[in-house]
């Protein structure tokens, strides 16, 4: 069974910014493709990035593209999403998850896995 336990999430000013972890609790994390969907109130969860299997590659949403850069450490199964220029949009909760892929361009249509959620909370 995988685990992601995602932390990092808080409350920040518009122009802000916030990093996200993501630690998975599992043996083969460097073989799958890793990702963050967010789901704001009265919303459907959206994509928002995603790594691939080496770190090499990533992917963004058109409104998070340019602000945000998704990494991941193998060595440590960890992932991580810097927000840079919060906005109060970004507000909402923000999941990890794992893909059975390794692309990041075909990550969101392949989730596995998701964590808990953590809340990010943007104040203007």
């Known amino acids: 069974q995988v685990q992601l336990v995602e932390s990092g999430g808080g409350l920040v000013q518009a122009g802000g910014s916030l990093r996200l972890s993501c630690a998975a609790s599992?043996?083969?994390?460097?073989?799958?493709?890793m990702g963050w969907f967010r789901q704001a109130p009265g919303k459907e969860r959206e994509f928002v990035a995603a790594v691939s299997a080496s770190g090499v590659s990533t992917d963004y949403s058109d409104s998070v593209r340019g602000r945000f850069t998704n990494s991941r450490d193998n060595a440590k199964n960890l992932v991580y999403l810097q927000m840079n220029s919060l906005k109060p949009e970004d507000t909402a909760v923000y999941y990890c998850?794992?893909?059975?892929?390794?692309?990041?361009?075909?990550?969101?249509?392949?989730?596995?896995?998701w964590g808990q959620g953590t809340q990010v909370t943007v104040s203007s």
């Open positions: 998850a794992s893909a059975r892929t390794r692309s990041a361009q075909t990550m969101p249509k392949n989730t596995v896995y």
């Open positions: 599992v043996r083969t994390f460097s073989s799958y493709a």
